[in-house]
């Protein structure tokens, strides 16, 4: 079976979220599943030297964005036994960053109609073409407007994964001619139409063979008014080809016992380097070196849906407790400056750093002892996955992929990976952590025995896999 899997961004090559770390380890686990898969990406010039030196130059040809005549490159790099295909034009993708300019749409126009253009060329024609969020969800438009004369599509089968609804490619319908060069034959309430304009997403969703998400609840989640962002009604039509399916983690790169990002390795059977590399994390970042003192972090964008407006509200009142609160991320200036007031008011017991570093974030996954997500909305979430494989306690709320993948704490039979809440409120979060302070404190025992039941967790892409697989060969 052969699969082209499309997307925005692909980690190791460069990455802003989940999209990039689902891309860089989908199709590497697809592969190892005997998948014939190929990538395709953007060629960003902000790609690392390291890649950009492996790259081989296929081709080049132009295609036609409106009435533009665009300059294609396609460059290649084979990565762990699967190729990637780079889509190369300077005007669109030299740029210092991946996203947040004025033609992101054209850009992505461009990008979506080279990739219909390059499978013919290059000689790839999957079965199955998986695209991902709003930048290649109009493919599957495309294929049946725009390139149905190619016989050698007309067999194709496309997978849409949702990977965060909020953000939809919605543009006026002036860009039907302007960037993708076709009529109106899409632009109706079963595709492309959204009031008077154009949207990329709702037309993949009505156009895809099958639509996923990244996590079971998430999948429910969207075919509500509260979490639909406008799509509900379209998600809830299209509910007969709509799954979830959870996304999982590298477990090769994140390995608590071969991470060459932490300075102490430890396993679920030996967990005694835990303690030196939250000394050395306390160290890092500036906190007191105190080894019985729960240290409880956060890394995450600082912005309201990742329930930084909850901690700022209770922050206060948690800094009377016996806990140290590290957070590390950057967002909303309104968070970063009220955490940076917080460090300032309490030097011995909270510190922020406004800083995107993967490596601080690999040692805070292995160095703290709770790890909160209060997340109002979570299509998947993969720091709480990250948490539970290095032994940090997940404190969640309760929402999509979170309620998937971290069991609440049952103080009568023991069992749980983490703590939970449901109620969408500052105190019930502050009495959470209060729930998670008293096991640590009170109940050693207990708290071993929720760090090992967290360590044995199983989110490695091999599950997740398989269940794509099924969906592929459904197809």
Same mark, same amino acid.
């Given at each position: ?43 960003? !010039? ?211 016992? !071969? ?153 009568? !039979? ?20 209060? *729930?998670?302070? !008293? ?6 025992? *207990? ?29």
């Amino acid at each position: 079976m052969k699969v082209l899997f499309a997307a925005a961004e692909c980690a190791p090559f460069f990455k802003t979220g989940g999209l990039g770390d689902v891309a860089g380890a989908l199709p590497k686990e697809l592969k190892k599943q005997g998948i014939d898969v190929a990538v395709v990406l953007p060629f960003y !010039t902000t790609m690392p030297q390291l890649y950009k030196d492996q790259l081989e130059d296929v081709m080049q040809f132009e295609v036609k964005v409106g009435w533009r005549n665009q300059f294609c490159g396609i460059k290649k790099l084979i990565k762990d036994n699967v190729t990637y295909y780079f889509i190369d034009n300077l005007y669109y993708f030299d740029r210092p960053s991946i996203y947040g300019f004025d033609d992101d749409g054209e850009r992505y126009a461009f990008f979506a109609q080279a990739i219909c253009e390059m499978m013919e060329k290059i000689e790839f024609i999957p079965d199955v073409l998986h695209v991902n969020d709003w930048h290649t969800a109009i493919i599957p438009v495309l294929l049946k407007d725009k390139y149905h004369w190619i016989k050698q599509y007309k067999e194709i089968k496309t997978m849409l994964t949702i990977h965060n609804l909020q953000f939809q490619g919605i543009y006026n319908q002036a860009v039907l001619s302007d960037w993708y060069g076709i009529g109106y034959n899409a632009f109706h309430e079963q595709g492309l139409k959204y009031y008077e304009d154009v949207n990329c997403l709702k037309g993949g969703i009505f156009f895809a063979d099958h639509v996923t998400t990244v996590s079971p609840t998430y999948a429910q989640e969207i075919q509500t008014a509260y979490f639909g962002e406008g799509l509900d009604g379209v998600l809830r039509q299209n509910n007969y080809k709509l799954s979830g399916i959870l996304n999982g983690i590298d477990y090769d790169v994140f390995n608590p016992a !071969t991470d060459d990002k932490i300075e102490a390795h430890f396993s679920i059977d030996d967990r005694s380097g835990k303690a030196l590399d939250k000394a050395l994390l306390q160290e890092r970042v500036g906190l007191p070196i105190e080894p019985e003192v729960p240290l409880m972090s956060m890394v995450s964008r600082l912005t309201t849906q990742k329930g930084c407006h909850l901690l700022q509200e209770k922050m206060d009142e948690l800094m009377q407790r016996d806990i140290q609160v590290l957070i590390l991320g950057t967002g909303e200036t309104e968070y970063e400056e009220s955490f940076r007031y917080f460090t300032w008011r309490y030097p011995d017991k909270f510190k922020v750093i406004v800083d995107f570093d993967t490596t601080l974030a690999q040692q805070i996954y292995a160095g703290s002892d709770l790890f909160i997500m209060p997340s109002a909305f979570e299509p998947c979430g993969l720091s709480q996955l990250y948490s539970l494989r290095y032994g940090t306690l997940p404190i969640v709320h309760e929402t999509g992929g979170l309620k998937d993948t971290v069991e609440p704490y049952n103080a009568v !039979t023991g069992k749980g990976t983490g703590f939970s809440f449901y109620d969408y409120r500052g105190h019930v979060m502050l009495k959470t952590i209060d *729930q998670a302070l !008293t096991v640590y404190y009170d109940e050693p025992d *207990q708290w071993d025995s929720l760090i090992e039941q967290a360590m044995q967790q199983d989110f490695s892409w091999e599950k997740s896999t398989e269940s794509y697989i099924e969906q592929y060969k459904a197809l």
